[in-house]
């Protein structure tokens, strides 16, 4: 990951609906369920399944996507890495915001138990 204005920038005009069926495909791949991946997600952002549908249909931005979810407060406890970077380090609000979803649907993906995964 490179840490500059322009990539945290690409990042936050990425659309939630572009990403959401490979975070999809990349759970059910490895035998997890749209639920689970659905579980996950409120977890870490407050959202039901109604809204991510809507937030879908909106074609949201990450940017707005996270502007308008309730981060849970237990977010900070993920750490580890993503793509070679510690998600702890990531000086980027939003940035490491996204890594923290990619860090949870990865630890979805391979496996980890579900109480392990959502933290606190």
């Known amino acids: 990951m490179n840490n500059t204005l ?23 791949k490895k035998g997890r369920t749209k639920e689970e991946l659905h579980q996950v997600i409120s977890w870490l952002t407050g959202f039901d399944d109604k809204q991510l ?8 931005t990450y940017e707005t996507f996270f502007q308008r979810a309730t981060l849970n407060p237990h977010a900070g406890l993920i750490t580890g890495v993503i793509c070679g970077y510690r998600v702890e ?26 109480e392990k995964i959502l933290r606190g």
């Not at 945290?8 to 495909?25: E, G």
């Not at 380090?89 to 579900?114: C, F, H, S």
């Open 53 to 60: 549908e809507e937030l879908i249909k909106e074609k949201v």
């Open 6 to 28: 322009s990539h945290d920038q690409r990042i936050a005009k990425m659309t939630f609906a572009a990403v959401y069926p490979l975070l999809l495909a990349k759970v059910e």
């Open 89 to 114: 380090e990531i000086q980027n609000p939003l940035t490491q915001q996204v890594r923290y979803l990619d860090k949870l649907v990865d630890e979805l993906a391979k496996g980890r138990k579900m």
